[in-house]
């Protein structure tokens, strides 16, 4: 049995849940989430917490079985705290800025990018080399905030580029100076 699986979600005082027709739906103060949830699953809602169990023993439903409890747990989690990616800007004028719903980045290139920001998500820029993405959906925070780190990916011989907060460079050593 999946140990994933096995673990229950614990639903906090303030997120409701429901699960109609093969639809898992999370509300709660950052919003609300709905996951398709597959035939293979079930979902077993008590007061305190959600336990997923599978259709039969197949390889199928066996395979099933803990992604449909990420997904649930994710969207559980979404909508009571939701989920946070930090990226750095390294460079020498390099910078962001947010301007209404679009996010101007400044990544030395001959223009500036202009990223629209999705629905559903909340992109802030404290200062101009720190950029906040924050949201209740776990997949589409992560989705953004690797498609802004694609522009500009930090190069390894000086740094220079988008990169996580989190994320450290391997080095590079460049070229030695004279030879033969």
Same mark, same amino acid.
């Given at each position: 049995m999946s140990r994933t699986g096995k673990k229950p979600v614990v639903i906090p005082e303030k997120v409701k849940v429901q699960f109609n027709a093969g639809a898992f739906t999370a509300e709660g103060p950052l919003g609300k989430e709905i996951v398709a949830v597959n035939e293979l699953a079930l979902l077993n809602i008590s007061e305190k917490?959600? #336990?997923?169990?599978?259709?039969?023993?197949?390889?199928? &439903?066996?395979?099933?079985?803990?992604?449909?409890?990420?997904?649930? /747990?994710? @969207?559980?989690?979404?909508? @009571?705290?939701?989920?946070?990616?930090?990226? %750095?800007?390294n460079g020498v004028g390099y910078r962001a800025e947010v301007k209404g719903k679009i996010l101007k980045l400044n990544l030395g290139f001959s223009h500036i990018v202009d990223f629209p920001i999705p629905e559903g998500i909340k992109i802030t820029a404290k200062e101009p080399t #720190?950029? %906040?993405?924050?949201? /209740?959906? #776990? %997949?589409?925070?992560?989705?953004?905030? &690797?498609?802004?780190?694609?522009?500009?990916?930090? %190069?390894?011989? #000086?740094?220079k580029g988008v990169k996580y907060a989190e994320e450290v460079i391997v080095r590079k050593v460049g070229k030695a100076a004279g030879g033969k």
């Amino acid at each position: 049995m999946s140990r994933t699986g096995k673990k229950p979600v614990v639903i906090p005082e303030k997120v409701k849940v429901q699960f109609n027709a093969g639809a898992f739906t999370a509300e709660g103060p950052l919003g609300k989430e709905i996951v398709a949830v597959n035939e293979l699953a079930l979902l077993n809602i008590s007061e305190k917490e959600i #336990k997923v169990d599978r259709v039969n023993d197949s390889k199928q &439903a066996r395979c099933v079985h803990g992604l449909v409890r990420s997904l649930v /747990s994710n @969207a559980v989690e979404g909508v @009571a705290s939701g989920f946070t990616k930090n990226l %750095e800007i390294n460079g020498v004028g390099y910078r962001a800025e947010v301007k209404g719903k679009i996010l101007k980045l400044n990544l030395g290139f001959s223009h500036i990018v202009d990223f629209p920001i999705p629905e559903g998500i909340k992109i802030t820029a404290k200062e101009p080399t #720190k950029i %906040e993405i924050t949201g /209740s959906n #776990k %997949e589409l925070v992560g989705r953004v905030a &690797a498609k802004i780190r694609g522009y500009r990916p930090p %190069e390894p011989y #000086k740094g220079k580029g988008v990169k996580y907060a989190e994320e450290v460079i391997v080095r590079k050593v460049g070229k030695a100076a004279g030879g033969k």
